[in-house]
């Protein structure tokens, strides 16, 4: 599982783990805009969250991740990103794993300084259109993960699977220290779920 602020670089590094592993990536966000694109009840109804920087309820997206999980959950493994995003899902997200007789084994918790994720999605935002990236919206995300999201870092810590990663550094330096992470892990650990 990969978190951090808006605009650390999740889905980058997340599509390159999936992509050196062979995992299924499940983005919350991509899943969410997809509905919202598509027009379908579920994105009707996270529209009005996803435009205003706020999360998504639990449960629409706790089912919704589940949905997609299930379908993957015998494949190479699984990288999660983006979710969970509330301590009441991390917890599910346990609960969930264990019924499946599997468990997170990484955490990754990408840091970025406040003023590189502002240039970083606001730059982001001309460029795709995407609304949840707009300066006014910035500032709504950031309250919402310092308030909501955050505490996962003491949550994952507590169960010593948190790998804290510059985000700052260019792509490949963090790509090669979250790989670097990844093989440690796997070397050390004779049974990996790989679910990350």
Known sequence: MIFGPPGCGKGTQSTRIAEKYGLMHIS??????NEIERGTDLGNQVKQYVERGLLVP???ILKKIYKNA???????????DGFPRTLIQAVMLDTFLQKKELKLN????????RNELFKRLTGRAEDSGRKDDTDQIFGVRMRVYEKQTHCLKEYYSGQNK????????????????????IDHYREK???????I
């Open 28 to 33: 919350s966000g991509d899943l969410l805009r």
């Open 58 to 60: 639990d449960g629409i």
């Open 70 to 80: 299930i379908r993957f959950i015998h494949s190479a493994g699984i990288i999660f």
């Open 106 to 113: 990484l955490v990754i918790h990408m840091l970025v300084d």
């Open 162 to 181: 948190i790998l804290q990663v510059n985000g700052m550094a260019p792509v490949e330096e963090v790509s090669a220290k979250i790989v670097r992470a």
């Open 189 to 195: 650990n004779e049974v990996f779920s790989n679910v």
